[in-house]
């Protein structure tokens, strides 16, 4: 990241997404701050609300799934807007994944990425409702292929003759850096994605042919090919800029969504497949309409 830090580059994310909705900060509702690498362990999401001026303190939280934090934000906010009487939701993705990756492991440091992406929710009538389905699921035996557990430190526990315990007071303790075994990843995302995108197709009542583009987290381009080909989706549908960025994790969608909003090749009223799948294991997708 550079001089930037994580909250900066949420803002400017957050500014930009503001702008173009042409909605004030101060008409914030929510603010839900999707990383799971927050420069505060108690959370990140407060900070936006303060550098972005907010003064009706709105509710701010952070939401923790890795690669498929944008897309759990996303149906958060839309959750929250049909039951909790919410109209204007900010929804941030936002990882640093460069501070946990051991740069002498290239099975993983040349993967990553730091970025922010943000997109406002806002609240309708049921006729004009955008989120047509979604899925969510997640698995925790798969947590082992995929993690950056709490280092363990050494400690001697052995009681002494008065039967207090020694290595009193714990030690300080941090993350390890990112641990990932790629095949089963991969052999994850290419099963569960597909089927979880057929899911909410069919909650939504609609045939993937209905999908103008397929927006995936940018995890690896052969995960986007294999899922894309299971849909019947032509690769001219595909959005897709991981040879730009890497693998920015909860920030990849709303990343690659500018991109495309801006260059004109999203458009008002066209109906996205997304996905996201990663740490926990998580996944989920949701099938929308822009605009």
């Not at 039967?163 to 300080?172: A, E, H, L, N």
């Not at 894309?228 to 990849?252: D, F, K």
């Amino acid at each position: 990241m550079g001089k930037d830090n994580l909250t900066t580059l949420a803002v400017e994310a957050s500014r930009k997404a503001l702008d173009m909705a042409k909605v004030d900060p101060d008409n914030l509702d929510l603010i839900l701050m999707c990383t799971s690498t927050p420069e505060d362990l108690f959370g990140s999401a407060p900070q936006i609300s303060k550098q972005l001026g907010c003064k009706t303190n709105p509710l701010s939280y952070d939401i923790t799934a890795a690669c498929s934090g944008f897309v759990l934000g996303l149906i958060s906010a839309a959750c929250h807007i049909r039951g909790g009487g919410f109209n204007n939701v900010l929804v941030i993705g936002a990882d640093a994944l460069s501070r946990y990756v051991d740069w002498t492991d290239r099975g993983t440091c040349i993967l990553f990425g730091d970025a922010a992406g943000a997109v406002l929710v806002q609240g309708c009538n049921s006729e004009e409702d955008g989120l047509f389905g979604f899925d969510l699921h997640s698995d925790g035996s798969g947590q082992r292929h995929l993690n950056a557990g709490i280092r363990e430190n050494e400690s001697d526990n052995a009681l002494d003759s008065n039967g207090s315990v020694f290595g009193f007071p714990p030690k300080p303790s941090s993350y390890s850096c990112i641990q990932m075994n790629g095949k089963e990843v991969f052999r994850f995302a290419v099963r569960c994605v597909p089927q979880s995108i057929e899911s909410a197709l069919e909650k939504a009542g609609l045939p993937a042919s209905s999908i103008d583009w397929l927006l995936l987290h940018q995890a690896n381009q052969r995960i986007i090919d294999a899922v894309a080909t299971r849909l019947e989706l032509p690769s001219e549908r595909v959005i897709s800029n991981l040879a730009n960025y890497g693998n920015t994790s909860a920030a990849s969608i709303p990343l690659a969504l500018d991109e495309a909003v801006r260059s004109g090749k999203v458009k008002a009223g066209q109906t996205i497949a997304t996905a996201g799948f990663g740490a926990g294991l998580t996944w989920g997708s949701a099938i929308v309409r822009w605009g």
